[in-house]
C-alpha cells in the first residue's frame, strides 16, 4: 500500500527528526545533517510497506527470487526512492517551504560504489524493477567496507584513492545480526559413519567466520512491493574469545569484505576473492535455507518456492553450497540432492573474452573450503559417469567442470544450473557458437537470450525532469507505467513546435551539464557544439583509442586550416582503468594530454574541447547522459556481451556512434538505422580475420596519410607532456597487429564522424532522430527484462500487468 503523506505532515516530520537526531533546528543544521535526517525519515515512511511486502510474501507463499551479485552499483537512493514512493515534488516543495533545496541536500549522499561497472550496475536496476513489477525478488552480495577506488588525476596519470564510503554511516541500512550464519573456511575435513549409516562430515582446525547481514529496502515504483538486498559482513564470530584472538586472525576476517576487486576484465586468481565468493555464496544459501524451513515442511519443494540467481559465475558455489546443507546436514541422498538444487538455479553470462571467465586451481578450493571441494569433485565424477557412452569423451573431458587441475566455473554454473542465458541476442548467439559450445551441444535447452535493460525511472523520471515532464505533456503519465508507451512520442515527430521544445530541453541539459564542468574542473565548453559522450570502464576492446584517434585526426585538420568551417565538439570521457591494467592507464594520460594540448591552444578555441571527468560513477552518469547529443559504443564487433550505457544514452536522445555489437544491434533495429551512426566491421568480418589469420595492422597504416598522421603524433612528441604512454598505443596497434582492429575501423569511422558533423547542422533534422531513440527506449526498460525472467526463467509470479512485446 503506498504511502500518503501531506506536504504538512513531511514539514512536521522533517523538523522532529532533525531535532531528535541532532537536537537543533532545521535551519542550523549543516547540509549533511540535513541529508541524514531526510534519509531517515524516507526509510522511517517506508519501512511499512517493506514489512508488509515480507509478511505476504510468506503468507502468499510466493515465489521468492534470490539474485546473487559479487558487485550492486545502486549509487544513490535519495531521490530514486522519493520517486517511487511518489514523494518527489511533494518533499521538494516542503523543503522549499523551509528554505532548503532537495537538489542541494541530495548532493551530500555518498555513492554506493560496491560494483565495478555494468553487471553490478545491472544488479542495481534489477533490484529498482523487481519490486516495481511486483516480483519477489532481493538481491544478496557484499557489504565491502571500501567501494570502487576514487580516481584522481595526477599530472594526467590515473591515481587511486580509498572510498570511504561509510565514513558518516549509512542511512538506509539495517544491520541484522540476530539473522547472522556461520561461514566455514579451512581445516581439515574427513567423513565419517553416523549411526543411522550415512556419511557425515567431520571437520578439525576450521577457521569461522560470522556473516552478519545488512538489509536494504528495494523501494518499487509507486510502491507496489519493497524488497531486500541483503548485503553480508565479515565479523569474528562471538564464541571466540575476542582477548585470545591475534591481530592476524582478526585481519583475514576484516579483509573478506574490505575491498571491492577493481578489475572487471581480466581473471585473476586471488586467494581472498575465492574468500569473498564462497563467503557471500555461502551465507545468501544458509539464510535462503533457513527461512524456507521456517515456512515449509518439504525441502525437496524448495525449486518450486525459491529460485536462485547466479549473476556472472563469481556466485557459481552456490551449487556445492546447497548441496552441503542438503547431503550433509540434511541427510538427503545426492541424486534427490542434485535434483533439487539444479532446478534452483540459473546463471547469466556476461563475457565473451576469454581471459575473463573463472577458473580456481584445485589446491587453491581444497585449501580454503575443503568440503566444497569434495563435494565439486563428486559432480564433476557423476558428470563423466553420465556423459560417457553419450558423447565423445574430448568433449566430455573439455567440457568438464574440473580440467586442467583447475574448476572451470562456468562450466560448473551451466552444468549446475536449468538456464544459461547471454544478455543480448548477439551475446547469447556467440555463447552457443563458441564461448560455451561444447556445453551447448550437450544441453541446448538451458540455453537462452535475456537483452539487458535499464532502469528508466532513474535515467530519464529522475535524472532528466525537464525530458520527462515534456514527455508527460503530450502522453500523459502512462508511459511512466508502461515504458512501451514512450513510442506514443513518434506521433510528433512532425511537429515543429514540439521538436524545439525537446531541442529546448537538451539545450537546457547540455547548460547545466557546462555549468557543472566549470565548477568542478575549471573548463568552458561551448554548448552550441555536439556533445560526443563515451562514458565506460577503460578497456582495449571499447576502443576508447579510436574515438581518441578521431579527436588527434580533428586537431589536425583544424591546424592545417584554421579558417575552415568545423562544426565545434566537446569530447566527454569518463572511465576508470583495473589499477594493474597497465594499457588502459596509458590511455588514460594520453587522452588528459591530448586534452590539454587541445583546450589550451587558442588556435582551436570554442571549436573542439576535450573533457575527461575523473571519478566516474553513477551519479556523475546521471549529469553527463542528459546532455549528450553522441553516444559512442564502439567496441570491435563481438566483444561487448550487450552494453548498457548505450541504452541510457538513447533514452535521453542522445544518437549511436556505433558498430554492429552487443545490444547496439537491438537499439538500431529499434530506432531505425537512419536514426543512428553505424560503422565498421561486422561480427562475422572479425571471425573471419581470426580463421583465416590475415588482418594486417601496418596494411591498413599504409593505406591511409591521415592515419599515419595520428600514429605518428603519438610518438613524434607532438603531444606535449607524454612519455612512454604514446609508444604503448603505437605499439599495440602496429608491432602487435591491433588485436581490436581499431586501424581497421579507421577510416569508416572518421567518414561516420564526418556525417554527423554534417548532420548536426541541420537541428530539425538532429531533433528528429533524437526523437526517435526517445521514442524507441521503451523497449529497453528494465522492467520488461526482469518480467521476462521472471516468466521463462524463474518461474516466478509478478502482479504488474505489463504489456510484454
Ligand atoms: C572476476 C574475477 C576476479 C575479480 C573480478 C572479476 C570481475 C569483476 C567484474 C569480472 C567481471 C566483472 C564485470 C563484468 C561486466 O561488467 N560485464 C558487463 O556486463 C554488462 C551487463 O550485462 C554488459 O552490458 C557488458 O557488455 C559487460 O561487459
Known amino acids: 500500500m503506498a504511502n500518503t503523506v501531506t506536504k504538512k505532515q513531511f514539514i512536521e516530520d522533517y523538523q522532529n527528526e532533525i531535532q531528535s537526531l541532532f537536537a537543533e533546528d532545521v535551519n542550523k543544521a549543516s547540509v549533511a545533517n540535513q541529508y541524514h535526517a531526510l534519509a531517515q525519515l524516507v526509510k522511517r515512511y517506508s519501512n511499512r510497506q517493506w514489512t508488509s511486502s515480507i509478511k505476504k510474501y510468506d503468507i502468499d507463499k510466493q515465489k521468492q527470487v534470490y539474485y546473487f551479485s559479487i558487485e550492486f552499483l545502486p549509487g544513490r537512493y535519495l531521490k530514486p526512492n522519493l520517486l517511487n514512493m511518489n514523494f518527489l515534488e511533494m518533499v521538494r516543495e516542503g523543503l522549499q517551504d523551509l528554505g532548503l533545496d532537495l537538489d542541494v541536500i541530495a548532493e551530500q549522499e555518498p555513492d554506493q560504489g560496491l560494483g565495478n561497472g555494468g553487471l553490478g550496475r545491472l544488479a542495481s536496476d534489477f533490484m529498482d524493477s523487481m519490486p516495481s513489477i511486483g516480483l519477489a525478488a532481493h538481491g544478496n552480495g557484499i557489504r565491502y567496507r571500501y567501494g570502487l577506488f576514487r580516481q584522481v588525476f595526477v599530472d594526467g596519470?590515473?591515481?587511486?584513492?580509498?572510498?570511504?564510503?561509510?565514513?558518516?554511516?549509512?542511512?538506509?541500512?539495517?544491520?541484522?545480526?540476530?539473522?547472522?550464519?556461520?561461514v566455514r573456511f579451512g581445516g581439515n575435513v574427513y567423513l565419517q559413519q553416523t549411526e543411522s549409516g550415512h556419511m557425515e562430515p567431520v571437520y578439525e582446525n576450521s577457521e569461522d567466520i560470522l556473516a552478519v547481514p545488512y538489509d536494504n529496502a528495494m523501494i518499487g515504483a509507486g510502491?507496489?512491493?519493497?524488497?531486500?538486498?541483503?548485503?553480508?559482513?565479515?565479523?569474528?564470530?562471538?564464541?571466540?574469545?575476542?582477548?585470545?584472538?591475534t591481530p592476524e586472525v582478526r585481519s583475514r576476517v576484516k579483509a573478506i569484505c574490505r575491498d571491492l576487486y577493481p578489475d572487471d576484465s581480466t581473471y585473476d586468481g586471488r586467494i581472498l576473492r575465492l574468500?569473498?565468493?564462497?563467503?557471500?555464496?555461502?551465507?545468501?544459501?544458509?539464510?535462503?535455507?533457513?527461512?524456507?524451513?521456517?515456512?515449509?515442511?518439504?525441502?525437496?519443494?524448495?525449486?518450486?518456492?525459491?529460485?536462485?540467481?547466479?549473476?556472472d559465475t563469481h556466485p557459481t558455489l552456490v551449487i556445492p553450497e546447497l548441496m552441503r546443507i542438503l547431503v550433509d546436514d540434511m541427510g538427503i541422498d545426492w541424486e534427490k540432492a542434485w535434483d533439487i538444487t539444479t532446478h534452483t538455479m540459473t546463471y547469466t553470462n556476461h563475457t565473451l573474452l576469454a581471459e575473463a571467465l573463472e577458473t580456481w586451481p584445485i589446491d587453491a578450493i581444497k585449501t580454503e573450503i575443503p568440503r566444497i571441494y569434495q563435494i565439486i569433485d563428486e559432480i564433476n565424477r557423476r558428470f563423466f559417469m553420465e556423459m560417457q557412452g553419450k558423447f565423445d569423451d574430448n568433449l566430455i573431458t573439455s567440457i568438464a567442470p574440473?580440467?586442467?587441475?583447475?574448476?572451470?566455473?562456468?562450466?560448473?554454473?551451466?552444468?549446475?544450473?536449468?538456464?544459461?542465458?547471454?544478455?543480448?541476442?548477439?551475446?547469447?548467439?556467440?555463447?552457443?557458437?563458441?564461448?560455451?559450445?561444447?556445453?551447448y551441444a550437450i544441453s541446448p535447452e538451458k540455453f537462452n537470450n535475456k537483452t539487458n535493460g535499464i532502469a528508466l525511472r532513474r535515467y530519464v523520471h529522475e535524472a532528466n525532469e525537464p525530458l520527462a515532464k515534456l514527455i508527460d505533456s503530450k502522453l500523459g503519465k502512462v508511459w511512466r507505467d508502461q515504458p512501451m508507451a514512450i513510442d506514443g512520442l513518434t506521433a510528433y515527430a512532425d511537429d515543429d513546435q514540439f521538436l524545439q521544445e525537446l531541442a529546448k530541453v537538451k539545450q537546457a541539459n547540455k547548460r547545466a551539464f557546462a555549468k557543472f564542468i566549470d565548477d568542478k574542473l575549471d573548463i568552458q565548453i561551448n554548448t552550441d557544439a555536439i556533445f560526443d559522450v563515451q562514458i565506460k570502464r577503460l578497456h582495449a576492446y571499447k576502443r576508447q583509442v579510436l574515438h581518441l584517434f578521431y579527436i588527434i585526426?580533428?586537431?589536425?585538420?583544424?591546424?592545417?586550416?584554421?579558417?575552415?568551417?568545423?562544426?565545434?565538439?566537446?569530447?566527454i570521457f569518463g572511465a576508470k582503468a583495473a589499477p594493474s591494467y597497465y594499457y588502459a592507464k596509458s590511455v588514460i594520460k594520453v587522452i588528459n594530454e591530448v586534452a590539454n594540448m587541445i583546450n589550451n591552444d587558442p588556435e582551436v578555441g570554442d571549436k573542439l574541447k576535450v573533457v575527461f571527468i575523473p571519478n566516474y560513477s553513477v551519479s556523475i552518469a546521471e549529469k553527463i547522459i542528459p546532455a549528450a547529443d553522441i553516444s559512442e559504443q564502439i567496441s570491435t564487433a563481438g566483444k561487448e556481451a550487450s552494453g548498457t550505457s548505450n541504452m541510457k544514452l538513447m533514452a535521453n536522445g542522445a544518437l549511436l556512434a556505433a558498430t554492429l555489437d552487443g545490444a547496439n544491434i537491438d537499439i538500431i533495429k529499434a530506432a531505425g538505422r537512419e536514426n543512428e551512426y553505424v560503422f565498421g566491421l561486422t561480427t562475422a568480418e572479425v571471425y573471419k580475420y581470426y580463421e583465416n589469420n590475415d588482418y594486417s595492422a601496418q596494411a591498413e597504416y599504409?593505406?591511409?596519410?591521415?592515419?599515419?598522421?595520428?600514429?605518428?603524433?603519438?610518438?613524434?612528441?607532438?603531444?606535449?607532456?607524454?612519455?612512454?604512454?604514446?609508444?604503448?598505443?603505437?605499439?599495440?596497434?602496429?608491432?602487435?597487429?591491433?588485436?581490436?582492429?581499431?586501424?581497421a575501423d579507421y577510416a569508416d569511422y572518421v567518414k561516420t564522424q564526418d556525417q554527423i558533423s554534417h548532420d548536426y547542422l541541420d537541428k530539425k533534422a538532429w531533433t528528429k532522430k533524437s526523437l526517435a531513440n526517445i521514442a524507441a527506449s521503451g523497449a529497453f526498460s528494465s522492467d520488461y527484462t526482469v518480467a521476462r525472467y521472471a516468466d521463462e526463467i524463474w518461474h516466478a509470479p509478478y502482479a504488474k500487468d505489463l504489456q510484454l512485446l
Not at 223 to 245: I, K, Q
Open 275 to 311: 574468500r569473498q565468493e564462497y563467503f557471500f555464496s555461502s551465507a545468501g544459501i544458509q539464510s535462503i535455507v533457513r527461512h524456507f524451513l521456517d515456512h515449509h515442511d518439504d525441502i525437496t519443494e524448495l525449486p518450486k518456492y525459491v529460485a536462485v540467481h547466479i549473476n
Open 553 to 571: 585526426t580533428e586537431y589536425h585538420r583544424i591546424k592545417a586550416n584554421p579558417k575552415a568551417d568545423f562544426t565545434p565538439r566537446v569530447h
Open 223 to 245: 510502491e507496489l512491493e519493497t524488497n531486500n538486498l541483503r548485503l553480508w559482513s565479515a565479523e569474528l564470530p562471538h564464541s571466540v574469545d575476542n582477548e585470545y584472538v
Open 402 to 439: 574440473i580440467g586442467d587441475g583447475s574448476i572451470r566455473m562456468a562450466y560448473l554454473a551451466v552444468i549446475g544450473s536449468s538456464s544459461v542465458n547471454g544478455v543480448a541476442p548477439l551475446h547469447s548467439d556467440l555463447l552457443q557458437k563458441d564461448v560455451l559450445k561444447g556445453l
Open 702 to 743: 599504409d593505406r591511409n596519410p591521415e592515419l599515419q598522421r595520428v600514429l605518428n603524433s603519438l610518438i613524434d612528441g607532438s603531444i606535449p607532456n607524454i612519455q612512454s604512454e604514446g609508444w604503448d598505443i603505437h605499439d599495440s596497434m602496429l608491432r602487435d597487429n591491433d588485436q581490436y582492429f581499431v586501424l
Open 157 to 182: 596519470y590515473q591515481s587511486e584513492l580509498p572510498d570511504d564510503w561509510l565514513r558518516n554511516g549509512n542511512d538506509w541500512e539495517i544491520r541484522r545480526e540476530d539473522h547472522a550464519v556461520v
